[in-house]
């Protein structure tokens, strides 16, 4: 059993990134599109997987969606 008092490893403790507030308008824009890009790269490596990761995580726990007769693009008409 482990103790609350232990930090977490490196690999598991969360990120915090400051952005500094001297920055020019120009840097701040190198640095949009370079995360621009790693986003875009990411999305062009993982897309599949990212959809289905991001399909489970939006599912909400307990609900089975099996029996539907209508999808989720379509609605019940109005009557």
């Given at each position: 059993?482990?103790?609350a008092s232990e930090?977490?490893?490196a690999h598991l403790r969360p990120v915090s990134v400051e952005i500094p507030?001297?920055?020019t308008p120009e840097q701040?824009?190198?640095v949009f599109e370079l995360?621009?890009?790693l986003r875009e790269r990411i999305w062009e490596l993982y897309n599949v997987q990212l959809q289905d990761l991001l399909r489970e995580q939006q599912q909400s726990p307990g609900l089975?969606?099996?029996n539907d007769t209508l999808s989720h693009t379509q609605?019940?008409?109005f009557i």
């Amino acid at each position: 059993m482990s103790k609350a008092s232990e930090p977490l490893p490196a690999h598991l403790r969360p990120v915090s990134v400051e952005i500094p507030v001297t920055w020019t308008p120009e840097q701040a824009l190198a640095v949009f599109e370079l995360l621009d890009d790693l986003r875009e790269r990411i999305w062009e490596l993982y897309n599949v997987q990212l959809q289905d990761l991001l399909r489970e995580q939006q599912q909400s726990p307990g609900l089975d969606d099996s029996n539907d007769t209508l999808s989720h693009t379509q609605s019940a008409p109005f009557i």
